[in-house]
């Protein structure tokens, strides 16, 4: 997961996130949008996801597929559980990162609890979450589950045979810090774009040079000869250092995560020119994103195809890639035999629909599973 890392001079001062960018740019200059995210995002007791108030569903900026109800983790309980069943017996794990307010997880536990007591008798949960203030919150809304839950800041500190069972995320991975290249036609070649301030506002800026992490897109001459002036992507090494992570921390089961994503050749259509960074608050989509520092979310498309590059890396093997309408929909398929699924899933019928229409989350998120 993304760290907060430097936070910059006077981090206690009382002008909040916007100071201390501010700060962090009279002294060290114009800094990559990577690290204006990472403050304005993570900064402890000032970024935007550790604000107190900041959560998901209709008096929040954004919906996630937790706030249409229980169904979501309901649904992922009965894959989980038939997973975990696989595999040889032993403590098993299941691993989320990233649990925002630990609904999801309590979704998951309660239905694990109810339907496949067996599951959970040799099951622990684990959260991965680097954020004091979020496993505090995460704390008491699992308060029912707490001689079942583990909670780790980063890889490092989990044990050192890693997880076998399940290791997933919910809209993590289109959170993390990105870099945003540009393409100059005239001297063919990319640059990065970079955080200013001028004026007492954040402006972009060409930075001197693209940082060294930062994979520059390959394409084929014919679409570089064509490729407008100015033309923007961005690029997440954070994503897929984080992937290959997670893959290395996995012993034997699956990998997932549900996002917002494209393949690498999706980040190049036409339509695409200014790329897919954007920021929401209060339900309102911006692409204005350096405004309302510590205000708003920010997030960009996660590019599917170096992510799964990532794992395959690792010793992963792609299981499936899919919309979370598909994923969905298979999981109440193979469940539809079950006695008492009629009579279960009927109430939450509606929560399925939004999970799955195209307009609302079903085309939205995808869904990639990898396995070992």
């Given at each position: 997961?993304?760290?907060?890392?430097?936070?910059?001079?006077?981090?206690?001062?009382?002008?909040?996130?916007?100071?201390?960018?501010?700060?962090?740019?009279?002294?060290?200059?114009?800094?990559?949008?990577?690290?204006?995210?990472?403050?304005?995002?993570?900064?402890?007791?000032?970024?935007?996801?550790?604000?107190?108030?900041?959560?998901?569903?209709?008096?929040?900026?954004?919906?996630?597929?937790?706030?249409?109800?229980?169904?979501?983790?309901?649904?992922?309980?009965?894959?989980?559980?038939?997973?975990?069943?696989?595999?040889?017996?032993?403590?098993?794990?299941?691993?989320?990162?990233?649990?925002?307010?630990?609904?999801?997880?309590?979704?998951?536990?309660?239905?694990?609890?109810?339907?496949?007591?067996?599951?959970?008798?040799?099951?622990?949960?684990?959260?991965?979450?680097?954020?004091?203030?979020?496993?505090?919150?995460?704390?008491?809304?699992?308060?029912?589950?707490?001689?079942?839950?583990?909670?780790?800041?980063?890889?490092?500190?989990?044990?050192?045979?890693?997880?076998?069972?399940?290791?997933?995320?919910?809209?993590?991975?289109?959170?993390?810090?990105?870099?945003?290249?540009?393409?100059?036609?005239?001297?063919?070649?990319?640059?990065?774009?970079?955080?200013?301030?001028?004026?007492?506002?954040?402006?972009?800026?060409?930075?001197?040079?693209?940082?060294?992490?930062?994979?520059?897109?390959?394409?084929?001459?014919?679409?570089?000869?064509?490729?407008?002036?100015?033309?923007?992507?961005?690029?997440?090494?954070?994503?897929?250092?984080?992937?290959?992570?997670?893959?290395?921390?996995?012993?034997?089961?699956?990998?997932?995560?549900?996002?917002?994503?494209?393949?690498?050749?999706?980040?190049?259509?036409?339509?695409?020119?200014?790329?897919?960074?954007?920021?929401?608050?209060?339900?309102?989509?911006?692409?204005?994103?350096?405004?309302?520092?510590g205000e708003q979310d920010i997030t960009a498309s996660v590019n599917f195809t170096?992510?799964?590059?990532?794992?395959?890396?690792?010793?992963?093997?792609?299981?499936?890639?899919?919309?979370?309408?598909?994923?969905?929909?298979?999981?109440?398929?193979?469940?539809?035999?079950?006695?008492?699924?009629?009579?279960?899933?009927?109430?939450?019928?509606?929560?399925?629909?939004?999970?799955?229409?195209?307009?609302?989350?079903?085309?939205?998120?995808?869904?990639?599973?990898?396995?070992?």
């Open positions: 997961m993304p760290t907060p890392g430097r936070a910059g001079p006077n981090m206690n001062n009382n002008r909040g996130i916007i100071g201390i960018i501010e700060d962090e740019l009279k002294l060290r200059g114009p800094m990559p949008l990577a690290r204006f995210m990472e403050l304005a995002l993570y900064c402890p007791n000032f970024g935007y996801y550790e604000r107190p108030e900041v959560s998901p569903g209709r008096r929040g900026d954004y919906y996630t597929s937790v706030s249409v109800g229980p169904l979501f983790g309901e649904l992922l309980a009965g894959r989980f559980a038939g997973w975990l069943a696989a595999l040889p017996g032993g403590q098993r794990q299941i691993l989320e990162a990233g649990a925002h307010d630990g609904r999801l997880a309590l979704d998951i536990l309660r239905r694990l609890k109810t339907h496949q007591p067996h599951v959970l008798e040799s099951l622990e949960y684990w959260i991965l979450e680097p954020s004091v203030r979020r496993q505090q919150s995460q704390e008491r809304t699992l308060a029912e589950f707490q001689s079942r839950i583990r909670w780790f800041d980063s890889w490092d500190t989990l044990p050192s045979d890693g997880v076998g069972g399940v290791i997933f995320s919910n809209e993590l991975l289109d959170a993390m810090p990105v870099h945003r290249l540009g393409w100059d036609a005239a001297r063919g070649k990319w640059f990065e774009w970079g955080v200013a301030l001028e004026d007492g506002r954040f402006v972009w800026t060409k930075l001197n040079m693209i940082d060294p992490s930062v994979p520059v897109p390959v394409l084929p001459n014919e679409l570089l000869a064509v490729l407008p002036d100015g033309f923007s992507t961005e690029a997440c090494p954070a994503a897929v250092d984080w992937w290959r992570s997670a893959a290395k921390t996995l012993r034997g089961g699956k990998l997932l995560a549900f996002d917002y994503g494209l393949t690498a050749e999706e980040f190049f259509m036409p339509e695409r020119m200014n790329g897919t960074l954007r920021a929401y608050h209060r339900h309102h989509a911006s692409h204005d994103v350096l405004e309302r520092a170096a992510i799964q590059d990532a794992g395959g890396s690792a010793g992963l093997v792609t299981e499936t890639f899919s919309t979370q309408a598909q994923f969905l929909t298979d999981i109440v398929a193979a469940s539809a035999n079950d006695a008492g699924f009629n009579k279960w899933f009927a109430p939450h019928s509606r929560q399925f629909q939004t999970l799955t229409h195209p307009e609302h989350l079903g085309q939205s998120f995808q869904v990639l599973v990898q396995t070992r």
